[in-house]
């Protein structure tokens, strides 16, 4: 799944460590979201399709994740 950020929309960042699906611990994915929810929402579907966890390993998983506003030097700039 490819994300975008969108210009003159808020953004979050949901970033969920998955070392406890592939044993590396370094990996983690990121999901964006024009809101918090928004975000999070889109961290599940990708651990659902992506490394077909079941909804409690959704759950477990979510719960250490971080969701953060993107910082403005994120944002496309207009041309």
């Known amino acids: 799944m490819v994300q975008q950020i969108r210009h003159n929309e808020p953004q979050?960042?949901?970033?969920?460590?998955?070392?406890?699906?592939?044993?590396?611990?370094?990996?983690?994915?990121?999901?964006?979201?024009?809101?918090?929810?928004?975000?999070?929402?889109?961290?599940e579907k990708l651990l659902a399709s992506t490394y077909g966890c079941n909804q409690s390993q959704v759950l477990e998983l979510m719960q250490q994740a971080r969701i953060e506003p993107i910082a403005q030097w994120c944002a496309p700039q207009e041309r």
Request: glycine share 6%.
């Open 12 to 43: 979050y960042i949901c970033i969920i460590p998955v070392e406890r699906i592939t044993a590396n611990q370094d990996e983690e994915i990121i999901a964006l979201g024009v809101s918090a929810d928004e975000a999070k929402k889109q961290g």
